[in-house]
């Protein structure tokens, strides 16, 4: 620690210490339950779909599928996309974790879940779900889903976190965000190439094989360990 650091740590009020306490029990809490199974494929999307909207259909679909290949369904641990994803894997025994958060709405966790955490912060309950995953979902969903998928494409275009297959599943509720990309490209705010990190699609089986094209990684083993990418890259051929 150099002298500039000690200094600034003294100004720290009880009150400072206290909360960066806080903060480091739900980070570590998080850790700790996501290092119990391999990394699996995270889903993200709206809580508040009614489960016969076609989204959720989808959302469970998928959650059969992955779960028929081995594969550990990851999500908000909420209702809406997070429970039809975890219903599909649960109902053929699939493992399906849920990392939960308090919030003033929608905060109960769904039946379906093998393993469930609740949070108390955001950034902790956002890193833990990016840690366990090999594949990202985003499903449809609003500023949490949004913030969400906005990070994590940011966090890989920058290189400060592992490349992983990213889909945004639900071409007709994604065409904004594309057009919006779209005017970013030609305003020079990203590049090109920054669209290679995700795929936008309807179809659910390229997310299964991304899967399966990773494998299986051990549970002593994680992407985020020597910050290594995944095998298997959002791109059709």
């Known amino acids: 620690m150099t002298k500039i650091e000690e200094e600034l740590l003294k100004k720290l009020t009880i009150a400072d210490l206290e909360r960066a306490n806080a903060y480091a029990k739900d980070l ?24 016969d909207n076609k989204y959720c259909q989808m959302a469970f679909n998928l959650g059969h599928r992955l779960a028929e ?5 990851i999500t908000g641990g909420g209702p809406g996309i997070m429970e039809a994803a975890s219903h599909g894997a649960y ?14 709405h929608e905060q109960q966790p769904n039946p379906y879940l093998t393993d469930c955490l609740t949070f ?28 969400e998928v906005s ?22 509720f994604w065409k904004g965000f594309d057009k919006t ?25 390229l997310v299964v094989k991304a899967a399966n ?3 299986h990684p051990k549970v002593s083993e994680n992407f985020y360990d020597g910050f290594r990418e995944a095998s298997a890259i959002a791109k059709e051929p």
């Open 91 to 104: 109902e053929i025994g699939g493992r399906t974790i849920g990392l939960n958060i308090t919030l003033m």
């Open 151 to 172: 990070e994590v494409l940011c966090l890989m275009q920058e290189k400060k976190m592992p490349r992983m297959p990213v889909f945004l599943i639900g071409e007709e």
């Open 28 to 51: 570590g809490r998080g850790l700790q339950i996501i290092r119990s199974f391999p990394q699996g494929v995270t889903i993200f999307g709206s809580a508040r779909l009614p489960q």
């Open 69 to 73: 290949n081995g594969h550990a369904v």
């Open 213 to 215: 094209k990773i494998g």
């Open 181 to 205: 990309i779209g005017k970013m490209i030609s305003l020079r705010l990203i590049s090109a190439s920054d669209t290679d990190i995700f795929k936008i699609t309807d179809d659910i089986e």
């Open 120 to 147: 108390e912060y955001f950034f902790a309950r956002k890193v833990s779900l990016a840690m366990a995953a090999k594949v990202f979902v985003f499903f449809p969903g609003g500023f949490g889903t949004m913030d």
